[in-house]
T-cell receptor, first 112, second 113 residues
Framework: TQLLEQSPQFLSIQEGENLTVYCNSS?????LQWYRQEPGEGPVLLVT?????EVKKLKRLTFQFGDARKDSSLHITAAQPGDTGLYLC????????????FGSGTQLTVLP | EAQVTQNPRYLITVTGKKLTVTCSQN?????MSWYRQDPGLGLRQIYY???????DKGDVPEGYKVSRKEKRNFPLILESPSPNQTSLYFC????????????FGPGTRLTVL
């Protein structure tokens, strides 16, 4: 099983601050997705990146897929309390589009 | 409303008592999957199904069974539950396997005493 390591595991910041969450692996992934999960609910897809070096923006969230397709980052600008949640990255190994490997998650708390 | 439903949402049972967690989707999705979520371990895939009558093991299949007799339903069966299967379980579906969005159910919190 190919592993995805997320850092930091926990992050607590004040409203208005910027932050970056990392998702790293020693293995290559054909695509990578980011999900957000709120308490009592299942994860919800935020973005999918498929090309090395790809950058996608979703309002105040910026996602980047590493050039070698082994890592990804999620940057949030001017965080708001509504951004609070568990952020999960999930990668699909090359040649095995059938399975999705999830990272352990980053629990983000944005304080008002 | 397009959704994935799971039942029950909460279940407390005892070791060895067979149980089934149901999962149903109304989006005509081909791909369905079961995950368990444990603190510090993220989501780990138990079983997945690429279509009716096609199922395969994920990363942690021991102690679980699944079936896919109909496209919309993908039940998870624990023949003889043990305390180490206490976890939060999620069912998910996507249009087909590949780079597609997975839609998750609300989760089933299972406690095995």
């Amino acid at each position: 099983t190919q592993l995805l390591e997320q850092s930091p595991q926990f992050l607590s910041i004040q409203e208005g601050e910027n932050l970056t969450v990392y998702c790293n692996s020693s293995s290559v992934f054909s695509s990578l997705q980011w999900y957000r999960q709120e308490p009592g609910e299942g994860p919800v897809l935020l973005v999918t990146v498929v090309t090395g070096g790809e950058v996608k923006k979703l309002k105040r969230l910026t996602f980047q897929f590493g050039d070698a397709r082994k890592d990804s980052s999620l940057h949030i600008t001017a965080a708001q309390p509504g951004d609070t949640g568990l952020y999960l990255c999930a990668g699909r190994p090359p040649g095995s589009a059938r399975q999705l490997t999830f990272g352990s998650g980053t629990q983000l708390t944005v304080l008002p | 409303e397009a959704q994935v439903t799971q039942n029950p949402r909460y279940l407390i049972t005892v070791t060895g008592k067979k149980l089934t967690v149901t999962c149903s989707q109304n989006m005509n999705h081909e791909y369905m999957s079961w995950y368990r979520q444990d603190p510090g371990l993220g989501l780990r895939q138990i079983y997945y199904s690429m279509n009716v009558e096609v199922t395969d093991k994920g990363d942690v299949p021991e102690g679980y069974k699944v079936s896919r007799k109909e496209k919309r339903n993908f039940p998870l069966i624990l023949e003889s539950p043990s305390p180490n299967q206490t976890s939060l379980y999620f069912c998910a579906s996507s249009l087909r396997w590949g780079v597609y969005e997975q839609f998750f159910g609300p989760g089933t919190r299972l406690t095995v005493l």
